[in-house]
Nanobody, 124 residues
């Protein structure tokens, strides 16, 4: 089992920044990929960003490219999501997820463990 705990959410103004963190514990391994998803009320959970084993490759939702940056620190079992230029429509609960494969995925079903989420609210 892997436990994930997100932090760093909160309130930001449109155009502002937040940095989300996700701490992994339990049966962690360096051979896994991690992702960030978000879910707004009434919407399905959607892919935001992913990073593969050792950070060799990153993937982003088209609408966040150039504004969001995913990174990881394997020594600390952490993954981060730096979010700049936030938009009100990006208000959602943001979730960290772990996939027990070295390749990444943009699909919710592609991940094995999930955190409880952290709320991000962007005001206009």
């Amino acid at each position: 089992q892997v436990q994930l705990v997100e932090s760093g959410g909160g309130l930001a103004q449109a155009g502002g920044s937040l940095k989300l963190s996700c701490a992994a514990s339990g049966r962690t391994s360096s051979t896994y990929s991690m992702g960030w998803f978000r879910q707004a009320p009434g919407n399905q959970r959607e892919f935001v960003a992913a990073i593969t084993w050792r950070g060799l490759k990153t993937l982003y939702k088209d609408s966040v490219k150039g504004r969001f940056t995913i990174s990881r620190d394997d020594a600390k079992n952490m993954v981060y999501l730096q979010m700049n230029g936030l938009k009100p429509e990006e208000t959602a609960v943001y979730y960290c997820a772990v996939r027990n494969l070295i390749t990444s995925s943009t699909q919710v079903s592609g991940y094995d463990y999930w955190g409880q989420g952290t709320q991000v609210t962007v005001s206009s």
